[in-house]
C-alpha cells in the first residue's frame, strides 16, 4: 500500500471515530469533539486527495566526450549543454525573440574567432558588448553574463569546447575545434587546443 492510501485509511478512521462518538455518546462537551475530529478527518482527506507532485532536483546530464570521434559529435554534445547544463538558452535566443534581456547568438561562431568566444564564456568583463537595440545611447543588457567555467554553471573545459564547436556549426562555419585536442586537454593546459592552428601548440 502507498504512504498515502495508509494516510488516506486513517483519515478514514479519524472520521468513523467521529461518527462512532456522535451516534453513541450523549454528553455536550464530548459530542463537540466528535464534530471537530470528523471536520479534522475529512480536511485531511481532500488534502491527500490532491494530486501529489515530488519535486526531484534535475536529472544530472553526463556527457561522454569519450565517444566524440568528429567534430560534429563534439558539436552535438555542445549543442545539449547549451540547452540544458550550460543554461545558455535561459538567456541568449539563436534568432531574433521578442524577450531578449541579451545577445542574440545566430551567427556568432562566424562572427567571433574561437578565442573571442572563448573570452566571452570566461571571462565575460573582458570586453561587454553592448545593446543598440532600444532608442538613445547603447547600454549594457539587463542580464549579465555569467563566468561559464565557474559556479554555479562551471562547465568543465572541454564542454567548453564542444559549446564552441556548436555555436560554429549553427553558424554555417567550418568547425575549427579539433576533437583530439580537445580529448587531450589537462587541466592548467586549457588554452592549448583551442590556440592550435594559431601558432599555439
Ligand atoms: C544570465 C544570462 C546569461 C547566460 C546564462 C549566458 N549568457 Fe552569454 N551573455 C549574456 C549577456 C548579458 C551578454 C552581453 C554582455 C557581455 O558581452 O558580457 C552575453 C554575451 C555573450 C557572448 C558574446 C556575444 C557577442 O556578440 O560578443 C557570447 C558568445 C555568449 N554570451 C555565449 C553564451 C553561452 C555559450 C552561454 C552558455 C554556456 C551563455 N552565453 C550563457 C548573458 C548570459
Do not use: W
Not at 463537540?32 to 490532491?50: C, D, E, N, R
Amino acid at each position: 500500500m502507498s504512504e498515502v492510501a495508509v494516510l488516506q485509511l486513517m483519515g478514514l478512521c479519524v472520521v468513523g471515530t467521529g461518527i462512532l462518538i456522535l451516534l453513541f455518546l450523549k454528553a455536550v462537551f464530548v459530542r463537540v469533539l466528535g464534530f471537530v475530529i470528523i471536520m479534522l478527518g475529512i480536511f485531511t482527506l481532500i488534502a491527500l486527495g490532491v494530486p501529489q507532485m515530488a519535486s526531484l532536483p534535475p536529472a544530472v546530464e553526463t556527457f561522454d566526450i569519450a565517444s566524440v570521434k568528429t567534430p560534429d559529435d563534439l558539436a552535438s554534445i555542445g549543442q545539449k549543454i547549451f540547452f540544458s547544463k550550460g543554461q545558455c538558452a535561459l538567456c541568449h535566443s539563436i534568432g531574433p525573440s521578442e524577450s531578449a534581456r541579451c545577445p542574440d547568438l545566430a551567427g556568432i561562431g562566424a562572427k567571433l574567432a574561437p578565442e573571442f568566444i572563448y573570452e566571452s564564456l570566461t571571462q565575460p568583463q573582458a570586453y561587454v558588448y553592448l545593446d543598440f537595440r532600444h532608442e538613445g545611447l547603447p547600454q549594457e543588457y539587463p542580464a549579465r553574463m555569467p563566468h561559464i567555467n565557474k559556479n554555479p554553471i562551471a562547465l568543465s573545459e572541454q564542454e567548453i569546447y564542444s559549446v564552441i564547436a556548436f555555436l560554429q556549426k549553427m553558424s554555417g562555419e567550418p568547425i575549427s575545434i579539433k576533437v583530439e585536442d580537445v580529448l587531450n586537454i589537462d587541466v592548467g593546459e586549457m588554452k592549448v587546443a583551442l590556440l592550435s592552428g594559431h601558432g599555439g601548440n
